[in-house]
């Protein structure tokens, strides 16, 4: 079969593509970076799309000829500077389910999420002896909701599939948020009381179940929540985690919701001002509703049982680069954020006295003078207010790297030529320059997160 798929180098399209290509599926990926794509997963056909914008059915027909199928994995969880949740969740699916229909391709697969019911609409009020607030609806729900109520009333072969908590060795987002908590050395830190329920389905189970939908006998016009054989609370799954990394037991230590809130709500502005992160408001409001189904249903449709999550962990060991991303993921933002303050107020502090005084009289024994010597205090003003900037939006992190070896190489340079015994200063500002190199250079490497 030819099948296109939508958010094919994201962390659920990426696997199903690999299943897709193993099983002797033609496929055309689609997304909104395809050179990004090409690099990831060169072997299949790309095409740019961009949900953002595309929203009308005429964007997508000419894309559908001879698509056998089309599966939609595109999402994201809240709306940013660079993204319109509803477009990419609601718009844009819903433009490529109609082309789907006009152009009479065979199957369409819809990856929603469990939560999304109508249910997620009401404000549902917490068990005794839970210190979290009602239920509310997010724009998460509303928005995949609207598109998978859209493909249901179509006449087409649709399928929705709504999983639970998806897991694989490979993670990023939520998925990676539970290792690094998992991970943490003193204790593991649950919201509240840690009893959020899930229900996780490891990938390979949910790419197998794909692959089977597609089949010619398959179950069609179905709604099915692919989860797996138990339901298991958070603090169950960061201690399951945790023992699958090999790390000694910690104990689960809950953290007030009021603390929880806040740090969402921070994650919030980090995400608007362009630094990736999971720990959003709407991944909490959506972790406070039971992720949990009836498996029956899924395990009938696609005749198998998917694996217990202890399981699926002991057939992948966990090994050191797996231990090594965990310790990471709150290293990681960390380091970006240190960096970058520390170059921004590197500039700033260095356009007032005294330590503007200080900066021109060592640029005036370096051997600059006059204009030259503020023309070079004012650029390396700018240059450290720009590269700091630059440190804290995720598409611009190489390039903030890069400038900060350059213009660190550059400083360190010149003074060794010109004011070398600064290397003996016993308040060693070149000595302590030396670790901005390779800070950033980690930095620019841990930038990948795909």
């Known amino acids: 079969m030819k099948i296109l798929l939508t958010g094919a180098y994201g962390f659920i399209g990426s696997h199903i593509v690999a299943g897709l290509v193993a099983a002797g599926h033609k496929v055309v990926g689609c997304g909104r970076d395809i050179a990004l794509g090409r690099r990831m997963i060169p ?76 249910k997620a609409g009401k404000n549902i009020e917490p068990k005794a002896g839970e210190n979290k607030k009602p239920e509310v609806e997010t724009s998460y729900a509303d928005s995949k909701r609207g598109a998978d109520d859209a ?29 690094g908590l998992a991970a943490l050395p003193v204790a593991i830190p649950v919201p509240g009381l840690g009893n959020q329920r899930f229900q996780p389905i490891h990938m390979g189970d949910l790419v197998r179940a794909v692959l089977r939908l597609l089949e010619p006998d398959a179950p069609a016009r179905v709604v099915l929540s692919p989860v797996g054989p138990e339901p298991m609370t958070l603090r169950d799954i960061l201690s399951g985690l945790r023992q699958w990394l090999g790390f000694g037991p910690a104990p689960v230590i809950g953290v007030p919701m009021g603390i929880v809130r806040l740090a969402a709500k921070l994650g919030d502005l980090m995400h608007w001002i362009g630094m990736r992160g999971s720990m959003r408001s709407t991944a909490l409001n959506q972790m406070s509703r039971d992720n949990v189904a009836d498996m029956a249903p899924f395990a009938r449709a696609v005749g198998f049982t998917p694996r217990r999550f202890a399981d699926a962990l002991a057939a992948e060991p966990a090994g050191p680069q797996d ?21 921004l107020a590197s500039g700033l502090i260095t356009a007032f006295d005294p330590a503007r005084s ?17 023309a070079a205090l004012w650029s390396g003003v700018a240059a450290d207010i720009m590269l700091g900037g630059l440190a804290l939006i995720d598409r611009h992190v190489r390039l903030a790297g890069t400038g900060m070896v350059a213009v660190t190489a550059g400083y360190l340079a010149i ?10 200063d016993p308040l060693g500002p070149l000595v302590k320059t030396l670790p901005l190199i390779p800070a950033a250079l980690i930095m620019m490497t841990l930038e990948d997160d795909r």
Not at 159 to 164: A, E, G
Not at 323 to 343: D, K, N, S
Not at 358 to 374: D, P
Not at 415 to 424: D, N, R, V
């Open 415 to 424: 003074l060794s030529l010109t004011i070398p015994e600064l290397w003996l």
């Open 151 to 179: 493909l249901m009333a179509m006449d087409i072969d649709w399928i929705v599939l709504r999983p639970s908590l998806v897991y694989a060795r490979n993670c990023y987002g939520g998925t990676a948020l539970f290792r």
């Open 43 to 118: 072997h299949i056909d790309w095409i740019e799309s961009d949900l953002n914008r595309d929203t009308a059915p005429a964007n997508w027909i000419g894309r559908l000829d001879g698509v056998d199928a089309v599966i939609n994995c595109a999402g994201i969880l809240q709306s940013s500077a660079a993204d319109d949740i509803d477009a990419i969740h609601r718009h844009g699916p819903v433009a490529l389910f109609e082309a789907c229909r006009a152009a009479g391709v065979g199957r369409v697969i819809q990856i929603s999420a469990l939560g999304v019911e109508p």
């Open 358 to 374: 200080h900066a021109m009289a060592i640029l005036g024994h370096a051997g600059f003078g006059g204009n030259w010597a503020l």
């Open 323 to 343: 231990r090594w991303h965990a310790r990471l993921v709150f290293l990681r933002p960390l380091l970006r954020i240190v960096l970058g303050l520390f170059w």
